[in-house]
């Protein structure tokens, strides 16, 4: 698995396409339902911190000089 959100996007409609199989057994139905449940449990925590990340770009841009002095709490010294 790559690491970005197009690859992730590319993981849930191979799921979605896994699910929606013909032919499959009630176990492996069972067995792909708890893999989704998995995936989209991670996924949500993947969009989230896109979303917190987007948040914190947004902000930086509107607002950036504001918050020079805390910019070292979230990803090192401001030069």
Do not use: W
């Not at 396409?17 to 069972?30: H, N, P």
């Amino acid at each position: 698995m790559k690491n970005k959100l197009s690859d992730l996007n590319n993981h849930l409609f191979a799921q979605l396409e896994r699910l929606s199989e013909e032919g499959l057994t009630a176990e492996q139905i069972d067995a792909e339902v708890k893999r989704t449940d998995a995936i989209v449990a991670v996924s949500d925590q993947i969009i989230d911190n896109a979303r917190i990340t987007l948040q914190g770009i947004k902000l930086l841009a509107e607002h950036g000089d504001r918050f020079k002095p805390q910019l070292t709490m979230i990803g090192g010294p401001v030069s």
